[in-house]
């Protein structure tokens, strides 16, 4: 398993493949998982986003900046284009305004970075609790 530079992984998501499942998953630069969700794809595109208790199957692939609702999946072998949308029970599109303004994808990573940024100060080192 591979997770790139300022990725988050929400509380009780679950990123990997099980035991019996031979692959690997990677997750590129800036990619948000959310609460609950399971990614199992072979690869997430940098600065995409994994909503809530959204599930990617094995082998799966999503491009660059791509946006998975919560509650949505994709399936196994599946593949999602840069800037695709998956949402409302599988209704696919393609992020106009994210795909026609590099100053958008670049606010994007920016805004993941500083997520990084806030999750680093408010939680807690372990080390510190038993440091005078």
């Known amino acids: 398993m591979t997770i790139g530079a300022h990725c988050t992984v929400a509380e009780n998501a679950v990123v990997g493949l099980p035991a019996d499942v031979v692959g690997e998953v990677v997750l590129e630069g800036w990619v948000s998982v959310g609460s609950g969700a399971e990614v199992m794809a072979a690869r997430v595109g940098e600065g995409s986003e994994?909503?809530?208790?959204?599930?990617?199957?094995?082998?799966?692939?999503?491009?660059?900046?791509?946006?998975?609702?919560?509650?949505?999946?994709?399936?196994?072998?599946?593949?999602?284009?840069?800037?695709?949308?998956?949402?409302?029970?599988?209704?696919?599109?393609?992020?106009?305004?994210?795909?026609?303004?590099?100053?958008m994808r670049a606010l994007r990573l920016k805004g993941q970075e500083k997520l990084g940024e806030v999750a680093r100060r408010l939680v807690v080192d372990g080390k510190a609790k038993w440091m005078g």
């Not at 959204?54 to 599946?78: K, P, Q, S, W, Y």
């Open 50 to 103: 994994i909503g809530v208790q959204a599930r990617i199957g094995a082998g799966a692939v999503l491009g660059r900046f791509c946006h998975l609702t919560a509650l949505e999946a994709v399936d196994g072998a599946e593949r999602v284009g840069e800037f695709g949308v998956v949402f409302a029970r599988g209704g696919r599109r393609v992020d106009g305004s994210m795909k026609g303004s590099e100053e």
